[in-house]
């Protein structure tokens, strides 16, 4: 049997980071870990994505969150679990 995670990138960039990016990815990693989205998603740190502008920037089922705050992701991936089912 096959399990599928699916991947959710946040920008790890000094620029993200400074804008809460770090706050997001704590918050993410958290969400993460608990049920029900425990996993079924692997938290991805990535280096700057050449989108500083709009940082924080997390990325998710092609996706961009630009000035993403921690709510909007763990909703949308929490979602993401609801139409795909848990694996
Ligand atoms: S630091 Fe995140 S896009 Fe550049």
Redesign the pocket.
């Known amino acids: 049997m096959k399990h599928k995670r699916q991947l959710v990138f946040v920008?790890?960039?000094?620029?993200?980071?400074k804008s809460g990016?770090k706050e997001i990815r704590k918050d993410l990693k958290e969400a993460l870990k608990t049920a029900p989205l425990k996993g079924n998603f692997k938290l991805i740190q990535t280096k700057?994505?050449?989108?500083?502008k709009?940082?924080?920037?997390v990325i998710f089922e092609d996706h961009f969150f630009k000035k993403a705050s921690s709510e909007e992701v763990i909703q949308k991936v929490k979602k993401a679990l609801k139409i795909q089912g848990p694996n």
Do not use: E, F, Q, V
């Not at 700057?48 to 500083?52: H, I, N, R, S, T």
């Not at 709009?54 to 920037?57: C, E, F, G, I, M």
């Open positions: 920008c790890s960039g000094s620029d993200c980071k990016g700057c994505l050449d989108m500083c709009s940082a924080p920037l």
